[in-house]
């Protein structure tokens, strides 16, 4: 554990540690953000009125859309005032956000991704490739400051150049290799084409998020790259990387309540569910100075337990990401998430590990169309085992999903790398 003092604090302690930094947070809010004095106006509420952790569920959400609305500086306590970095969220459409951090806001990002670092097992004697995007993204820089707070080395390599990378991890001695789960499948692929051995390496663990993956996946990547595997998660408007990370007991992510709140609701209602429900996860910040956020919704699906972990944390955790509310397929009226598809693909395990959906619409009726790749032998098969492959993930995914799909079998290495956040989904009902 990187800092035992704070990460396995007693639940009361924790809990009134998390009341005193909520009402400062609301109290600067209130002084000096024009957004969040409307809100309170609106509610015919002061900081003062919220007496209690459970009052914060008087407060209404925040939603990316507020942030867009009052793009670039709106919601910052104080303009650019103390201000030391700005970085932007990925999204791929319609207006960007920009995120920015104080002095104090960098200082406590890097403490939460040392935490992040520890839990996957690293040191001061670790060497710590970053695989991340450097630049506006989270990630690059995220990762890197954990890892110079936690005393390890870090090769600040960036996405790209993956045969490079490679050499550069064989050379160096890496031992943790940080970058997105679809990365590393690259890496692992692109070791494979350069006839080197994972063995031939020194890494022993990898930190991957910034997009779902599921368990099926991390086997997969264990395997192929002989190493631990261990989930990452963040998102740029509530800091980064490190708003929640896995320890070695791998039941769930933990995140660090000394400085986040969280909570699950019903994406449909609002309404707060109980604790081990699935929904929609809601953080608020509490130590956040350049730009705190409320209650704000992430739009990401997973359910929380403050079940003890056997790491000895005391901070609940969350499970698994399985999705995004707006990731999430509605077809003819099923809901699926990518991730289940990955699941199913990764059991039957016949074929490469790289698919993508295509959705469309024929008429009134949603259609789903799952490619996945073959693998070099199954390719120069015959095709009636193509045919006989092809039936049986339709029929895996009709039983478990409950949805008709139809499945295309595609020609090896066709369906696009990524070396950042990989696109599973194509969705050409968006596109007309
Ligand atoms: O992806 C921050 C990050 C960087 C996290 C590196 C982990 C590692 P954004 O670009 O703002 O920030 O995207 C945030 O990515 O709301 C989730 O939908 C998704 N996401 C992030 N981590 C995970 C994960 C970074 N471990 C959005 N599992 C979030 C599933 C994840 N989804």
Redesign the pocket.
């Known amino acids: 554990m990187w800092n035992q003092k704070c990460e396995a604090m007693p639940c009361e302690k924790l809990a009134r540690l998390q009341f005193l930094r909520l009402k400062q947070t609301l109290e600067a809010v209130y002084q000096m953000v024009p957004y969040y004095q409307k809100i309170f106006r609106e509610i015919g509420a002061e900081p003062g009125d919220i007496r209690s952790l459970s009052d914060l569920a008087k407060l209404p959400f925040t939603v990316k859309d507020n942030l867009r609305d009052n793009y670039p500086y709106g919601l910052f306590t104080d303009a650019l005032n103390g201000v030391v970095r700005l970085h932007s969220?990925?999204g791929t459409t319609g207006q960007p956000t920009v995120v920015g951090y104080t002095r104090s806001d960098l200082e406590i990002w890097a403490e939460l991704m040392a935490r992040a670092l520890a839990g996957a097992g690293a040191d001061r004697s670790s060497v710590v490739h970053v695989a991340?995007g450097y630049g506006l993204?989270?990630?690059g820089l995220?990762v890197h400051y954990g890892a110079e707070k936690l005393g390890a080395t870090v090769v600040p390599f960036s996405g790209g150049q993956t045969r490079r990378q490679v050499r550069m991890m064989k050379d160096l001695g890496s031992t943790l290799l940080a970058c997105t789960p679809s990365y590393a499948l690259n890496i692992a692929e692109t070791m494979e084409e350069m006839k080197i051995d994972p063995g031939e390496l020194q890494l022993r663990s990898g930190l991957f998020?910034?997009?779902?993956?599921s368990d099926k996946m991390r086997r997969v990547i264990e395997e192929k790259l002989h190493i631990d595997a261990f989930?990452?998660?963040?998102?740029?408007?509530v800091m980064?990387?490190g708003v929640a990370y896995e320890c070695a007991a791998k039941c769930g992510l933990h995140i660090p309540e000394d400085h986040f709140i969280a909570e699950i609701i019903d994406p449909e209602s609002g309404a707060i569910l109980p604790e081990g429900s699935t929904g929609e996860l809601v953080i608020t910040s509490i130590t956040k100075e350049a730009l705190p956020v409320i209650r704000y919704r992430?739009?990401?699906i997973t359910s929380l337990t403050r079940e003890p972990c056997p790491c000895g944390r005391t901070h609940l955790r969350i499970n698994?990401?399985s999705g995004?509310t707006d990731d999430m397929l509605i077809i003819r009226g099923v809901n699926i998430f990518p991730s289940q598809v990955e699941s199913i693909l990764l059991d039957i395990g016949e074929t490469e590990p790289h698919y993508q959906l295509i959705v469309d619409r024929e008429g009134a009726l949603d259609t789903l169309e799952i490619r996945v790749e073959l693998t070099d032998q199954m390719f120069s098969d015959k095709v009636k085992g193509l045919e006989g492959l092809e039936k049986l993930i339709r029929e895996e995914i009709a039983n478990l999903l409950g949805i008709s799909a139809a499945v295309k079998l595609v020609e090896p290495k066709t369906i696009p790398r990524s070396d950042g956040k990989a696109q599973r989904v194509i969705d050409r009902r968006k596109m007309r």
């Open positions: 969220s990925s991340y993204f989270t990630g995220g998020g910034a997009e779902p993956w989930d990452i998660y963040g998102l740029s408007e980064g990387p992430t739009r990401d698994k990401i995004r």
